[in-house]
Nanobody
């Protein structure tokens, strides 16, 4: 079993920055992809960014150039650095670990951007 624990989000003003993290524990595979997704009220969960074990990254167009995903394999932790935040970035942010046909999710952390 795999557990994902996200750090607390927070409230930040538009234009500000915030970093969230997600620590994985349990029976972890040797190779896996980690990612961030978000969900706003009334909307479907959307993809934000992923990073492979080889540090290949992929971003949604909406966050490209503003958000950076990174990982520390020694700590089994993935980070999401969010800069130039906008009110529309307000959402619950979820961490995901995926390998083969398996997918695990964190509990979610609220990020609120005030205008």
């Amino acid at each position: 079993q795999v557990q994902l624990v996200e750090s607390a989000g927070g409230l930040v003003q538009a234009g500000g920055s915030l970093r969230v993290s997600c620590a994985a524990s349990g029976s972890l595979p040797s190779i896996y992809t980690m990612g961030w997704y978000r969900q706003s009220p009334g909307k479907q969960r959307e993809f934000i960014a992923t990073i492979t074990s080889g540090d290949n990254t992929n971003y949604a167009d909406s966050v490209k150039g503003r958000f950076t995903i990174s990982r520390d394999n020694a700590k089994n932790t993935v980070y999401l650095q969010m800069n130039s935040l906008k009110p529309e970035d307000t959402a619950v942010y979820y961490c995901r670990l995926g390998y083969l046909q398996y997918s695990y999710w964190g509990q979610g952390t609220q990020v609120t951007v005030s205008s």
